[in-house]
């Protein structure tokens, strides 16, 4: 019609139309059903999945969480410090209430502290986890003080270890631990100074209460027994603020056991802390007979007094600037070169014959050995991902080296005792190898984190 021609489509091809446009359907129809299938699949996994370490913001600084360092360096103050301070005490029980026991013996007393104040972690981070830092901490403080005011009353071999080694090692090892764990709670970026800043405590501990004791011990008007009531009562004060500032902040754990070994299926971690136990079993030789050894070698017995003061003295600097270093190249990187030298060192003491060498010695001694207590916490949560099981890890860590500082100081005291006490060259061989053997440890510890993350920076 008007010149056009009008087209009807036929049936075969109406019918192939429609044919495909059901086969387009049905297609649609079944790739909708294969993509959510694999939706469903992909968030049954999700679900089914183990959840990761949870991630959590760190403050890293602020008044609160440098309230927090402040209150974690009162603590470290009164309880390594005071341990720092027991040099004082193992030549005045040589030449004093204690004289017929050899120095292996008086020893003891001052290794169980030491123990005890590692082994307080294994238990203490289980309860710092859980949620129970305040009272963890306020039965710390009393056990401490009412220990040394016992001690102060104390005037035989027994009465001593039980009052100074057993109670005050006991009051000491529930305070430690949780005061470095709340750090982990505030800082990650710069853990490595705020650890290092705690550490300094201890060291002027080593510089306060030596002098203390020194003085007033040796003072006829004074005595040995008000000399020790004095540290108590400055401990007192100490504990007081440090119970009133520590805080934590991330979530508690209500699962686990106090004692968990699982962690040690972390072979990094084992080797690490092996490497810690090595080294702590030498490294407290100077700590403990430095004074004694240079009045043996004529240094003049006022000066003699000061040796550790000296060594605390620069163990400050020892405590702040390599933690400082180890917020930029990890700590296991400054760990290692410490605790190398620091064998070094040991070895030296056999070259010390007058004041003049034992000042030098006790200041280079002590810059260098104040790293080890002082890096060994940022260590393990360098090589940790989960940080609500810190606590934990720190604890177990302490528990295995507080061995170490059970043993390492009565082994020397006995090998000194054996060659008459008046020489020191097995003792020194001795720590300075068990030393070595620990920094090799360290060192294993730190390639195969180096491997498994990747940097250099451990």
């Known amino acids: 019609m008007n010149g056009m021609t009008s087209y009807a489509p036929s049936t075969t091809e109406t019918v192939s139309g429609a044919d495909t446009e059901k086969r387009?359907?049905?297609?649609?129809?079944?790739?909708?059903?294969?993509?959510?299938?694999?939706?469903?699949?992909?968030?049954?996994?999700?679900?089914?999945?183990?959840?990761?370490?949870?991630?959590?913001?760190?403050?890293?600084?602020?008044?609160e969480a440098w309230s927090v360092v402040i209150g974690a360096w009162l603590v470290s103050f009164s309880t390594f410090g005071y341990i720092n301070a027991y040099g004082v005490y193992q030549d005045y029980y040589q030449t004093h209430q204690l004289s017929n026991y050899s120095a292996s013996s008086i020893s003891w007393i001052g290794s169980l502290q030491l123990?005890?104040?590692?082994?307080?972690?294994?238990?203490?981070?289980?309860?710092?986890?859980?949620?129970?830092?305040?009272?963890?901490?306020?039965?710390?403080?009393?056990?401490?003080?009412?220990?040394?005011?016992?001690?102060s009353l104390a005037s035989t071999y027994y009465q001593i270890l039980l009052s100074q080694g057993v109670g005050l090692g006991l009051g000491l090892g529930l305070l430690f631990t949780p005061a470095i764990s709340c750090i982990s709670h505030w800082f990650r970026r710069r853990r490595a100074l705020a650890n290092g800043v705690?550490?300094?405590?201890?060291?002027?501990?080593?510089?306060?209460?030596?002098?203390?004791?020194?003085?007033?011990?040796?003072?006829?008007?004074?005595?040995y027994a008000w000399a020790v009531r004095a540290t108590a009562f400055v401990v007192l004060g100490c504990l007081v603020l440090a119970n009133l500032l520590l805080k934590t902040r991330l979530p508690k754990r209500e699962h686990g056991i106090i004692v968990d070994f699982s962690v040690f299926k972390d072979k990094t971690y084992t080797i690490y802390v092996l490497g810690c136990f090595f080294v702590l079993f030498g490294i407290y030789l100077p700590f403990f007979f430095l004074q004694q050894y240079a009045i043996q070698q004529g240094v003049n017995e006022n000066l003699a007094f000061y040796s550790l003061t000296f060594l605390?003295?620069?163990?400050?600097?020892?405590?702040?600037?390599?933690?400082?270093?180890?917020?930029?190249?990890?700590?296991?990187?400054?760990?290692?070169?410490?605790?190398?030298?620091?064998?070094?060192?040991?070895?030296?003491?056999?070259?010390?014959k007058s004041a003049a060498g034992m000042?030098?010695?006790?200041?280079?001694?002590?810059f260098f050995s104040g790293s080890y207590v002082s890096v060994i916490p940022a260590g393990t949560a360098s090589l940790t991902t989960d940080m609500a099981t810190?606590?934990?890890?720190?604890?177990?860590?302490?528990?295995?080296?507080?061995?170490?500082?059970?043993?390492?100081?009565?082994?020397?005291?006995?090998?000194?005792?054996?060659?008459?006490?008046?020489?020191?060259?097995?003792?020194?061989?001795?720590?300075?190898?068990?030393?070595?053997?620990?920094?090799?440890?360290?060192?294993?510890?730190?390639?195969?984190?180096?491997?498994k993350t990747g940097s250099w920076r451990v």
């Open 24 to 63: 387009t359907s049905v297609g649609e129809t079944v790739e909708t059903m294969k993509r959510e299938a694999k939706e469903e699949a992909a968030k049954e996994d999700v679900e089914s999945a183990p959840a990761g370490p949870p991630t959590y913001e760190f403050p890293d600084g602020g008044r």
């Open 198 to 223: 705690l550490a300094s405590g201890s060291s002027t501990g080593g510089i306060i209460f030596p002098i203390m004791l020194n003085k007033l011990a040796n003072n006829p008007n004074v005595g």
């Open 359 to 366: 000042i030098v010695y006790a200041l280079v001694f002590g």
């Open 312 to 352: 605390n003295a620069a163990s400050v600097f020892g405590r702040v600037l390599p933690n400082f270093l180890a917020d930029y190249v990890g700590p296991l990187n400054v760990l290692i070169p410490a605790c190398f030298v620091t064998s070094i060192l040991i070895f030296v003491l056999l070259a010390v």
């Open 115 to 151: 123990a005890f104040i590692f082994w307080g972690g294994v238990m203490t981070g289980r309860l710092f986890d859980k949620g129970h830092m305040r009272i963890t901490v306020f039965v710390g403080s009393v056990l401490s003080v009412f220990s040394l005011m016992m001690t």
């Open 390 to 451: 810190i606590g934990i890890r720190i604890g177990m860590s302490f528990f295995m080296v507080g061995f170490a500082g059970l043993f390492g100081t009565p082994v020397v005291g006995a090998i000194i005792a054996h060659q008459g006490g008046s020489t020191y060259w097995g003792a020194t061989t001795f720590s300075g190898l068990v030393c070595f053997i620990g920094v090799g440890f360290l060192v294993w510890a730190r390639q195969r984190q180096a491997r």
